[in-house]
């Protein structure tokens, strides 16, 4: 397949909100796409490369060749070309990666180029979210979609399930079934403002507490223990004392759902970012496991003893849970199986509140009569998490893509700092309106000081009040820290930059936050 008919469809794609055109896009391309292509333009049109860094920034993109006259470049021979990209590597590496750079894109008609340039700097955000590709799959295999997200679900990769699908047809999906030691997509959770508005969202439900560790999955066959991260990554090997405690467990046959946690000396838990970097260290295990030493904590249990547990209710997987996973290792919880008592809504709020003593992120209300439903962000999961707001300073802006070209859309943000200058402390392009995003981009040019075509440098009159769920340690930022999960919140141009929140004020917050 050309790229240059993935290119259209991406921009084709970015210009509607309408959900129904864009599968109807999608599956037309996965109609026209060779099965053993498929699961590289899920990956392009998602903005992920397969090769994963390649090393390639914007010196050695802002000087593009010339675009081809007439489109000759394939999928498969762009791939080719990132792979060899990836592969370079030692003295004169930065040269060679400009030339095959320039080699690829003089190879490029104009519009493959504008897609390279936002797939190779991860500016795609044309809405071809893995959901929306599972719709068009589906459509272009005449495949009904449950059918379709139930096998994907299973067998843990859209592309796999597409490339499947698209060569043999919809009876291919009854091959794809649960398994013990292979991993499943782990069912998320949509938002809740409070823990009250979840329950009377869910009715009965039970209230858990939200740890901020590592998701794992966790699967025993026998003797033979795999670890898997929320991304379906084999870590088995970085956590021995997990293995071991599902070495320890009655069981020896069944697949967990849980969180790796680690606490300090005062029972508190440890920053998610010491456990990531304890499960990244390059220290050998044994010397890693003893400098943090981690556990696991389970929550939900999708098969056990040989059997699926994922289509029974909530309560009655806790049961199963119960039997195969001691007390100690279960997630904290209480029960509302009756709503409409005040009393049981009291006590939820309050073991809300104990939570955040405790030094956790927030809680989690699940459904008790809700299935497991894997690789969804389900209504029957609301996570609630104490909202922190703060008035900061745009420092600049980006240029958006999509249906945000010709807007500034991703702001850079920061605080005041003590000498009246302003500490930048991340970016943010979430939670703005076409309204917002309008303004914003008027408001901004006024304010423009300097345009690389990329970035608007601007001067730091502009308040956002942003919300955020907490602070994490950023070497990448001069004030140490970043803002998890940032959005706009809303513009405050009745407010002047001198009383902005400052660094100071970010700091104190962090004080209190279980994240830094």
Not at 33 to 61: C, F, H, K, M, N
Not at 131 to 160: K, T, Y
Not at 211 to 240: C, N
């Amino acid at each position: 397949m050309l790229l240059v008919r993935l290119a259209e469809v991406s921009q084709q794609v970015a210009a509607t909100s309408a959900r129904s055109r864009k599968i109807a896009a999608l599956a037309d391309l996965f109609t026209a796409t060779p099965p053993e292509e498929v699961a590289l333009v899920i990956a392009y049109l998602s903005g992920r490369l397969p090769q994963g860094r390649i090393g390639v920034g914007w010196s050695a993109l802002k000087d593009p060749a010339p675009p081809a006259g007439r489109p000759t470049l394939t999928v498969a021979g762009t791939d080719a070309a990132l792979t060899a990209l990836a592969r370079v590597a030692g003295p004169g590496a930065q040269a060679e990666r400009r030339r095959l750079v320039r080699e690829l894109m003089a190879a490029a008609t104009a519009p493959e180029q504008q897609f390279l340039l936002r797939l190779l700097t991860g500016e795609v955000r044309q809405g071809a979210l893995d959901a929306i590709a599972l719709e068009g799959v589906a459509q272009a295999a005449a495949a009904p979609a449950a059918d379709v997200r139930r096998a994907v679900m299973l067998e843990g990769s859209l592309p796999r399930v597409a490339q499947a699908l698209l060569a043999e047809g919809p009876a291919v999906l009854e091959r794809f079934a649960l398994r013990v030691g292979s991993p499943v997509q782990p069912m998320l959770a949509h938002t809740a403002k409070s823990v009250s508005e979840a329950i009377g969202a869910l009715g009965p439900c039970v209230v858990e507490e939200k740890l901020d560790g590592i998701r794992v999955q966790v699967h025993r066959s026998g003797d033979e223990v795999r670890l898997y991260t929320r991304s379906l990554d084999d870590i088995t090997d970085r956590l021995p004392e997990v293995t071991a405690a599902a070495l320890a467990l009655t069981g020896d046959q069944f697949i967990l759902d849980g969180e790796v946690i680690a606490v300090d000396a005062t029972g508190r838990p440890v920053p998610f970012q010491d456990i990531a970097s304890r499960v990244g260290s390059r220290l050998d295990v044994a010397t890693a496991a003893a400098t943090l030493p981690v556990s696991p904590v389970f929550f939900d249990v999708l098969a056990a003893d040989g059997a699926v547990t994922l289509d029974l209710p909530g309560r009655e997987r806790h049961a199963v849970l119960t039997r195969l996973v001691p007390e100690p290792m279960r997630v904290r919880r209480t029960l509302v199986e009756d709503p409409g008592r005040p009393e049981q809504t009291e006590a939820a709020e309050v073991f809300f509140a104990d939570t955040l003593r405790r030094g956790h992120e927030g809680v989690m209300v699940k459904g008790l009569d809700a299935p497991y439903s894997a690789g969804r962000r389900g209504r029957s999961w609301l996570k609630v998490k104490p909202v922190h707001t703060l008035d900061l300073v745009v420092l600049a802006a980006e240029w958006g893509h999509g249906r945000r070209t010709g807007l500034l859309s991703n702001l850079h943000l920061g605080a005041r700092a003590a000498d009246g200058t302003f500490v930048m402390l991340g970016k943010t392009f979430k939670g703005l309106t076409d309204a917002m995003l309008g303004w914003q981009t008027e408001r901004l040019r006024e304010l423009a000081v300097d345009d690389d075509g990329f970035t608007v440098r601007v001067r730091p009159e502009l308040v956002v009040e942003i919300a955020y769920d907490g602070l994490q340690r950023s070497p990448r930022y001069p004030a140490g820290v970043t803002l998890r999960f940032a959005r706009v919140v809303r513009h405050r141009p009745d407010k002047p930059a001198h009383q902005a929140d400052t660094v100071e004020q970010v700091r104190a917050t962090g004080a209190q936050s279980p994240v830094v």
